[in-house]
């Protein structure tokens, strides 16, 4: 088959995952009709969402559009499960209402961060298949010297809780800071 043939017959297999009442909403923000997907996350998305997901980095998701861009059996095949199956996982332990489409961008970008860059919501066994290492790109470096020590600084604790419908309440603490400083005052 060549790779005309097979662009057509897995796009003519991404509508039909497309019609499925699992997939006939958006992943993230259940707008209707998405015609972009993660890959890597086997989610379909809206226009605004894969704008967002394509913010987070390809090293978190690889956004690709369901009509206009070229697709591989391979990452066809990711994208089976489905957006329920997908949300079964990373939302397994949310607790609390996901934003809509008419939520602000900020928002959803909050909630994305949360759901796919810190998988805050992730289940502790995957119902999903996972990503084939072949699809991933893993960037390699050499060993280097170790940096100097820095003063230990507390991670920040962020958790995307809608206080009200269209805004988002951000819990931080402050950075524990250890002197390094020799200097008496």
């Known amino acids: 088959m ?3 043939e097979e662009n057509l017959k ?3 297999i991404l509508q039909e995952l497309l019609k499925s009442p699992d997939n006939k909403e958006c992943a993230d923000c259940n707008a209707k009709g998405p015609s972009w997907a993660s890959i890597n996350h086997g989610v379909f998305l809206c ?3 894969a704008g967002i997901h394509r913010s987070l980095g390809t090293h978190i998701s690889k956004v690709r559009s369901v009509t206009l861009d070229v697709w591989t059996d391979e990452q066809v ?3 089976r499960a489905g957006n329920r199956v997908a949300n079964e996982m990373y939302e ?3 607790r609390q209402p996901k934003p809509t489409e008419s939520a602000p961008a900020s928002m959803i970008d909050q909630f994305c961060r949360a759901k796919y860059e810190r998988m ?3 289940g502790d066994t995957a119902t999903k298949q996972p990503v084939p290492a072949s699809s991933i790109t893993i ?3 050499a060993p280097t010297t ?3 020590t820095k003063p230990q600084v507390q991670q920040k604790q962020i958790e995307w809780a809608p206080a009200q419908p269209d805004t988002v309440q951000v819990i931080q603490q402050a950075p524990k800071r250890e002197s390094t400083s020799n200097f008496t005052h």
């Open 2 to 4: 060549s790779s005309k």
């Open 10 to 12: 897995n796009k003519r």
């Open 47 to 49: 226009i605004r969402c």
């Open 77 to 79: 095949n990711n994208m």
């Open 92 to 94: 397994a332990k949310l």
């Open 120 to 122: 805050l919501w992730k």
């Open 139 to 141: 960037e390699t470096r």
């Open 146 to 148: 170790p940096p100097p």
